[in-house]
T-cell receptor
Framework: DAKTTQPNSMESNEEEPVHLPCNHSTISGTDYIHWYRQLPSQGPEYVIHGLTSNVNNRMASLAIAEDRKSSTLILHRATLRDAAVYYCILRDVKSGTYKYIFGTGTRLKVLA | DTEVTQTPKHLVMGMTNKKSLKCEKHMGHRAMYWYKQKAKKPPELMFVYSYEKLSINESVRSRFSPECPNSSLLNLHLHALQPEDSALYLC??????????????FGPGTRLLVL
């Protein structure tokens, strides 16, 4: 069962910032929040992950709410190549092995 | 190098055929995963291998049979599939499976059509 909820789709204009929200109200204290994206006809690719503090890397920023029940992936300047499905992911444990539980994903459309 | 390669890219098979999907990963990664992804849906985990041993089977039907012959290869053997098994099959790898913040690296997938 999905542990995260995301809007089905969002639109953004090129060169503008995009804020992609994710709710994870049942998150545990040790759960990391992972974000992946899937470009058309490709496998998912890693974007960013975090635990409590806000995180930045060359692709994006991750803002995590103080209560950790929600997070926001921030693309600072959307380009046409950022059009993809963005997945917010928590992990679950089965038989001592961690596994990803993908959310339903947000399809981001970038307008030229 | 974290690249994961999958072959074939596309596969069409009949319900009586036997075929195999292949995945090759970076040798330093000791965990491998098979996912199934239906159109416009998120990937769903099928199997997890840790150090070449099956550690998770998500109640997948026996017509899907995984195999990990060595530390860099992962196969998914297919037999007597149904049309509803048509999907994108994704392979992924990570360094380990028992740490909270592991990053998984995905291959491009094999798009399977069962007629």
């Amino acid at each position: 069962d999905a542990k995260t909820t995301q809007p089905n789709s969002m639109e953004s204009n090129e060169e503008e910032p995009v804020h992609l929200p994710c709710n994870h109200s049942t998150i545990s204290g040790t759960d990391y929040i992972h974000w992946y994206r899937q470009l058309p006809s490709q496998g998912p690719e890693y974007v960013i992950h975090g635990l409590t503090s806000n995180v930045n890397n060359r692709m994006a920023s991750l803002a995590i709410a103080e209560d950790r029940k929600s997070s926001t992936l921030i693309l600072h300047r959307a380009t046409l190549r950022d059009a993809a499905v963005y997945y917010c992911i928590l992990r679950d444990v089965k038989s001592g092995t961690y596994k990803y539980i993908f959310g339903t994903g947000t399809r981001l459309k970038v307008l030229a | 190098d974290t690249e994961v390669t999958q072959t074939p890219k596309h596969l069409v098979m009949g319900m009586t055929n036997k075929k195999s999907l292949k995945c090759e990963k970076h040798m330093g990664h000791r965990a491998m995963y098979w996912y199934k992804q239906k159109a416009k849906k998120p990937p769903e985990l099928m199997f997890v291998y840790s150090y070449e041993k099956l550690s998770i089977n998500e109640s997948v039907r026996s017509r899907f049979s995984p195999e990990c012959p060595n530390s860099s290869l992962l196969n998914l053997h297919l037999h007597a599939l149904q049309p509803e098994d048509s999907a994108l099959y994704l392979c992924a790898s990570s360094t380990r499976t028992r740490t909270v913040q592991e990053t998984q690296y995905f291959g491009p997938g094999t798009r399977l059509l069962v007629l």
